[in-house]
């Protein structure tokens, strides 16, 4: 019985570590993504429209994306 209870107790308790360093990764996965994020500067471009269909005429494809950071055509609003 208390061989059963301790290879129980070992389960449980790998289990739950491996959930919690799941749970961390993901949280700073998630990090790394808002991080990403802020740093498209896109919403602080003078060339930004804010339009759904043209939301940036210079480089339509890349504005509001992972591409326009470092854009080179970025000129900040005055
Ligand atoms: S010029 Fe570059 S930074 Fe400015 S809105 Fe267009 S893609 Fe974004």
Redesign the pocket.
């Known amino acids: 019985m208390t061989l059963y209870a301790v290879f129980t107790f070992l389960t449980i308790s790998t289990f739950v570590v491996m959930l919690l360093i799941d749970f961390l990764a993901w949280v700073n996965r998630g990090v790394q993504d808002i991080k990403t994020l802020h740093e ?10 804010g339009e759904y269909h043209l ?6 494809h ?4 992972e ?2 950071i470092n ?5 900040g609003e005055y």
């Open positions: 498209i500067p896109c919403s602080r471009c003078r060339y930004f429209t939301k940036c005429p210079v480089n339509p890349a504005a509001l994306t591409a326009a854009c080179l055509d970025f000129v």
